[in-house]
């Protein structure tokens, strides 16, 4: 605000006008391309999930694949043993 010696004169604002509607018109904006990033974030998150869930799928049926292939190994040399010892 600027004031001369006892004269009246108009008080202006330190500010150009309409600049609050401004700044918040760029306030608005910068906080919609923030929700938009965190939108893409979770996105983002969700999909690494399933990636996640998916490759322990995966690896929990390779698991049982290879226990199976053990089980039927062992059933195998079991056979083996009680044909060695029927031959004794």
Known sequence: ?????????EITSRYPPNFGT????VGSI???IGDAIATLGVAID???????EAN?????????????????????LQKEIQALKNKQ
């Open 56 to 76: 322990q799928a995966l690896a929990n049926e390779t698991q049982q694949q290879d226990m199976a292939a053990i089980q039927n190994q062992l059933a195998a």
């Open 46 to 52: 969700l999909e690494q999930i399933q990636v996640d």
């Open 22 to 25: 401004q700044l918040a018109y």
């Open 1 to 9: 605000m600027k004031r001369n010696n006892g004269k009246k004169q």
């Open 30 to 32: 910068l906080v919609t």
